[in-house]
């Protein structure tokens, strides 16, 4: 309950307790995409912002948060977002999503169909923060390529280009600076955030903690314990009796 969140504007950092701190992103290319979510900073969530950073200090690049709607993950992922100045991609699933859905946006220009980067694509290449929500509701074709992205740092695009990790790249003999025409190399900073609700009822889509969990750095989001439930609810509510609350 003592943590605090510690932004310092000079060092352009973020601190939570004494261990773990992250430098921010310098000026965001597109400062629209940063999240500015309506967040009030309680216990509970604090302490799974600082699991969060420190699962990004140690390294990880791929995010898992596993919990019932309504716990908080959208907010939390949304503020660890504005914390550190990244700029999000977004995209819900569903379980009419297509691998060609996820990889390519359709649009009508002239009168002829044309095909552009989807989010996931203009996230991996720009070193953005690919956020995937309700993964659960997605078909497992999806499930796998979201795996192949996390695990191997590959993903084959529908028009034939591919999307390839530095270190993939280097391992086939190409140079990152200098990558063939059917190669996207996925920046460095590429940060990948999937939201899933817990396997089982009510929640009946796809187990894509058994799929993929060993993949991702796992961060199971609980209901609020009481002392932060009354704190986030008094921020909201701040003429409510507390109680009331």
């Not at 550190?84 to 649009?107: A, G, K």
């Not at 929500?133 to 529908?158: N, Q, R, S, T, Y």
């Not at 270190?167 to 939201?195: C, K, M, T, Y």
Request: glycine fraction near 6%; proline fraction near 7%; include cysteine.
């Amino acid at each position: 309950g003592n943590l605090s969140i510690d932004v310092n504007e000079q060092l352009n950092t973020v601190s939570i307790g004494p261990e773990v701190s992250l430098s921010r992103r310098p000026v965001a290319e597109q400062p629209e995409k940063v999240p500015h979510p309506l967040f009030h900073s309680n216990p509970a969530h604090t302490v799974v912002l600082q699991g969060l950073m420190r699962a990004l200090k140690l390294g990880e690049q791929s995010l898992l948060l596993i919990g019932n709607q309504g716990v908080g993950k959208n907010k939390l992922t949304d503020r660890l977002l504005e914390l550190l100045n990244i700029e999000r991609e977004y995209v819900q699933l569903h379980r009419d999503t297509t691998i060609q859905s996820l990889t390519m946006l359709p649009s009508l220009e002239l009168g002829k169909i044309t095909y552009e980067d989807s989010p996931m694509v203009r996230a991996a290449r720009s070193g953005r923060a690919l956020v995937v929500d309700e993964a659960d509701k997605a078909p497992l074709e999806v499930v796998c390529l979201l795996k192949a992205l996390a695990e191997d740092g590959e993903v084959m695009l529908h028009d034939g280009r591919r999307l390839l990790s530095h270190q993939r790249l280097i391992a086939e003999g190409g140079n990152p600076s200098v990558p063939p025409a059917n190669v996207v190399p996925i920046h460095p900073d590429f940060l990948l955030i999937v939201l899933a609700n817990r396997p089982g009822f009510p929640f009946l889509g796809n187990n894509f903690f058994r799929e993929c969990g060993d993949v991702f750095s796992v961060h199971v989001i609980n209901n609020l314990d009481m002392i932060s439930e009354v704190e986030l609810l008094s921020a909201y509510g701040p003429a409510v009796n507390k109680s009331v609350i």
